[in-house]
């Protein structure tokens, strides 16, 4: 498969090609667009990291579009085929639905964790339906639904790729074709973990059983789950084993603004350094203006950076006096 590198930053270029050696170590060359068979052994887990708008979701969709390219199945929890075991899979996932319809609307078939640790139990009439749905049966004949409702399925599922949603649209309640739910006892292969910050250690253990290879993607700037002491999965992964996004690429490239963000990201930088760079900056470039005192008006219209937390109180507070706003 052919990616583009300019379509990817520096360090979106690098983590695509570390994770491309972790997947062809797991028999996927998504390079050459080739899968092996699937083994027993993987990868263990390899974390991307970066703050919100890095590129982690254009990564993961990129690797995905790239494992589907050398025929890597992608499963949705929603049915799975009763295939020959040694098949390559993926399963893209998220902690919560709604991190997981995120991931849908941007064209990644992402569902949550949940949906793939339980997996449902189908009426065998209907199952028969779902296997013809998935390319593995020839057309079944149902007593209960009528061509035109078998056309419908058909039809749905060629767009949204849900089988539980094909059998809906052809007439049927969930309760109809689904008799109940089990915890899965198989191990999958590939997962990646969308929103990983979000998992707690729990989580992470019942995916590392299931998966042997497993990608986290996940956000160090967010909180950590409540019962994790301030800690995320990926902290306590060896350093080769996480790559890092540092640049910020959902705003306009050549932002002054954002090359400041960064610079304060850096544990060395002082207060003396930290205005030179925005001395310099601003000589340069009109959108950043270096002022003694902020005005009322602008402040409205533009935002404000200041190197002490009891600065940014103080501003806050007179904006909301001059203006008469409420706290």
Do not use: C
């Not at 699937?38 to 494992?67: C, F, H, N």
């Not at 890597?72 to 893209?92: C, F, M, N």
């Not at 996004?245 to 603004?257: A, F, S, T």
């Not at 533009?302 to 103080?314: E, G, M, Y």
């Amino acid at each position: 498969m052919y990616v583009a590198v300019t379509d990817f930053s520096e360090d979106q270029a690098e983590a695509f090609d570390r994770i491309a050696e972790v997947l062809r170590s797991a028999g996927v060359d998504i390079d050459e667009s080739v899968a092996s068979p699937r083994t027993a052994a993987g990868q263990g887990a390899v974390a991307v990291i970066g703050k919100a708008g890095s590129g982690k979701t254009m990564l993961l969709a990129r690797l995905a579009d790239a494992l589907t390219d050398a025929g890597v199945e992608t499963i949705s929890g929603d049915y799975e085929s009763r295939r020959r075991k040694d098949r390559r899979t993926l399963a893209i996932l998220a902690p919560t639905n709604k991190a997981a319809s995120v991931l849908r609307t941007r064209g990644v078939p992402a569902t949550t964790i949940h949906r793939i640790l339980y997996t449902p139990l189908y009426d065998p009439e209907y199952e028969r339906i779902a296997e013809w749905l998935v390319g593995n049966a020839d057309r079944p004949e149902i007593e209960a639904l009528t061509d035109t409702a078998l056309d419908r399925a058909f039809a749905f599922f060629q767009q949204a790729k849900s089988v539980p949603g094909a059998l809906a649209v052809a007439g049927l309640k969930g309760s109809d074709f689904i008799l109940g739910w089990k915890r899965r006892e198989d191990p999958l292969d590939i997962g990646f973990i969308d929103e990983a910050s979000m998992l707690d250690k729990k989580q992470f253990e019942d995916l590392e059983e299931i998966f042997p290879t497993l990608l986290l993607f996940g956000d160090p700037a967010q909180l950590a789950p409540v019962n994790q002491s301030g800690s995320m999965v990926f902290d306590d992964l060896p350093e080769p084993r996480k790559l890092t996004l540092h640049r910020v690429h959902r705003q306009d490239l050549d932002n002054p603004i954002l090359d400041l963000a960064h610079a304060l990201a850096d544990e060395n930088l002082t207060f003396e350094g930290f205005e030179r760079m925005i001395e310099d900056i601003s000589a340069k470039d009109d959108r950043v203006i270096l002022a003694p005192r902020v005005e009322a008006e602008m402040m409205a219209r533009s935002p404000v950076l200041v190197w002490r937390n009891a600065t940014r109180i103080r501003l806050i507070h007179a904006f909301r006096a001059a203006f008469d706003a409420p706290p």
